[in-house]
Each structure stands twice: as C-alpha cells, then as structure tokens.
C-alpha cells in the first residue's frame, strides 16, 4: 500500500473529476490519502469528502500561514473547539507553519498563530503538518521553544501564548511529532529538522525536478526511514506531469525516483514509506 500525506483534492481544481482522480489513485496504488486543511471555508467541503471515503480519505484541521486574516484569532478559536470534541475526525494539526516567500507583514502574527497551532498538537496528542517558505530559522525556533515549554511542564505568559497557558501533565509527558512538509533544503537544514524526533520529510515532486540539489541531498544525510511521501495536489507535479493539475497517482513517479536515490526497489520504498506514515499519524492505522 502507498499513502499520499499531504493532498488538497477538496479544492475546486478537482470538483469536476474527483472520483475519476480517487479511481486513478486506487488503481495505482495508493491505499490511503490525507487531507491538510487551509482555512475555515475549507473544512466544510473537506469533511464532505472525507465522509463519503471513510478508511480511504483523512482530514486534518489547521490554518495555514498564507490564510491569516484579521480574524485568525476567531478562526483558531473555532477550530480548536472542534480539536476539543471527544469524537473529532482529524488525524493531525495542519497544515500550519510559516511562510515569509511572498508577504512579511503578518510576521510576528505568524509565529505567534503557529505556535498556538503547536500546543494543540501536544494537548490533543496529534501530528503536525507543518509548512515553511522563507521562514527555517524562525519556524525552528517555535518549534524549539513550545517544546521546552512542553518538556518543562511550566505555565506560560509570553506574546505567542495567547494570554497565560499551563502545560498540564498531559502535555509535559506527550511527545511532539509529525511531519516537515515539502522538503527541499540544504544539508544541514535536513539534520535540524531531522534532530527532532518523531518528525519526518515529506518528498513529492520536487524531487523528480531535474535541477533538484534534494536527491543528493537525501542520499549524504537522510536514512529512508524518516521520509514519507505526498503529492501537494494540485501543485508540484512531478516529472513527467510537471505543468499539469498534479494528483494522487502521480505519487508512483515520487516512488521510482527515490528507489533511485536510495538504491532499493519500488516495493521497498512504498512499504518503508507507508510505515513511517502509519507510525507518525496512528490514527490512520
């Protein structure tokens, strides 16, 4: 079984075709295909889909960094209070993060979205999908600085915490994990996200690029054992779909090409992969 971890077949880019896009992953392959939220207006439609493909399509909830509004606070509020419900659908946080590529001037308010993101993952115990443009350095030090707060079990009042927050012992002894989406840095940008455990890379299509530095990237610092793949659907394409609406069952190209990069057979890729993706996101066991 192959599963794609990342995927936005809840967008209008699908809503002609999705259950020809659904057959087309099916037939190649792939068992199981996780869904990250972008904002409010996209859970509906999300929830929809995944409810008509239970076992098949998992959601998660989050708001990503590109989608704060003036009333991200809000947001966030309501969304939490769906996290808090005892029988909620979602498999993780996400797709949260930061991303400086195009606009800086919600900078402090990123962070401080971000960081309220990653508490949730460790009061509800929930992987994060966490994405970053422009923005390592700072998106490392959030993620350094909820940690230690976790890890320590003290109470917080700080301006990324939204107001005084205690870490309950919950909290203190849950271990942060989850996944860095969309990698495509250095080396030694690869071993500091690699030095938090329980994270893993997530590879799509930008590996197949042919100017791509990240297969010799992943082959001189990153074991097999800490990747998972997606597609980013409808971006990123792989070779030789690139320049077209990309979608689930392109995911084999991803494949191929990392059994190149790591020198084992397709088969091998898709069952460690698969692994690394049950073993980070349980609730899609």
């Given at each position: 079984?192959?599963?794609?971890?990342?995927?936005?077949?809840?967008?209008?880019?699908?809503?002609?075709?999705?259950?020809?896009?659904?057959?087309?992953?099916?037939?190649?392959?792939?068992?199981?295909?996780?869904?990250?939220?972008?904002?409010?207006?996209?859970?509906?439609?999300?929830?929809?889909?995944?409810?008509?493909?239970?076992?098949?399509?998992?959601?998660?909830?989050?708001?990503?960094?590109?989608?704060?509004?003036?009333?991200?606070?809000?947001?966030?509020?309501?969304?939490?209070?769906?996290?808090?419900?005892?029988?909620?659908?979602?498999?993780?946080?996400?797709?949260?993060?930061?991303?400086?590529?195009?606009?800086?001037?919600?900078?402090?308010?990123?962070?401080?979205?971000?960081?309220?993101?990653?508490?949730?993952?460790?009061?509800?115990?929930?992987?994060?999908?966490?994405?970053?443009?422009?923005?390592?350095?700072?998106?490392?030090?959030?993620?350094?600085?909820?940690?230690?707060?976790?890890?320590?079990?003290?109470?917080?009042?700080?301006?990324?915490?939204?107001?005084?927050?205690?870490?309950?012992?919950k909290s203190a002894n849950s271990n942060l994990r989850g996944v860095f989406h969309c990698f495509g840095g250095s080396e030694t940008e690869a071993e500091e996200l690699l030095s938090f455990d329980g994270f893993m890379l997530g590879i799509g299509g930008?590996?197949?690029?042919?100017?791509?530095?990240?297969?010799?990237?992943?082959?001189?610092?990153?074991?097999?054992?800490?990747?998972?793949?997606?597609?980013?659907?409808?971006?990123?394409?792989?070779?030789?779909?690139?320049?077209?609406?990309?979608?689930?069952?392109?995911?084999?190209?991803?494949?191929?090409?990392?059994?190149?990069?790591?020198?084992?057979?397709?088969?091998?890729?898709?069952?460690?992969?698969?692994?690394?993706?049950?073993?980070?996101?349980?609730?899609?066991?």
């Open positions: 079984m192959i599963i794609d971890t990342h995927s936005h077949l809840y967008g209008e880019e699908f809503t002609s075709d999705i259950d020809d896009v659904l057959l087309r992953a099916r037939a190649a392959g792939v068992g199981k295909i996780f869904l990250p939220n972008i904002n409010a207006g996209t859970i509906g439609p999300m929830l929809t889909l995944t409810r008509r493909h239970p076992g098949f399509l998992y959601p998660m909830l989050g708001l990503h960094p590109e989608d704060l509004g003036d009333d991200w606070r809000e947001v966030l509020q309501q969304m939490e209070a769906q996290l808090a419900a005892p029988d909620h659908p979602y498999i993780a946080v996400g797709e949260v993060g930061l991303d400086y590529y195009w606009d800086r001037s919600r900078y402090d308010e990123q962070q401080e979205a971000f960081a309220i993101q990653v508490r949730w993952a460790i009061e509800y115990d929930l992987p994060l999908m966490i994405h970053t443009r422009s923005a390592h350095r700072e998106m490392i030090d959030v993620l350094q600085r909820v940690k230690r707060e976790s890890e320590e079990g003290k109470s917080v009042n700080d301006p990324w915490a939204g107001g005084d927050q205690s870490v309950n012992s930008v590996l197949t690029f042919k100017t791509s530095p990240l297969p010799e990237v992943l082959r001189q610092v990153v074991p097999l054992s800490r990747i998972v793949i997606e597609t980013d659907s409808p971006y990123l394409a792989p070779v030789p779909y690139r320049g077209k609406r990309n979608e689930s069952a392109y995911i084999k190209a991803v494949i191929s090409k990392l059994a190149d990069v790591y020198h084992v057979g397709e088969d091998k890729v898709s069952e460690i992969t698969t692994q690394n993706a049950l073993q980070t996101f349980p609730k899609a066991s």
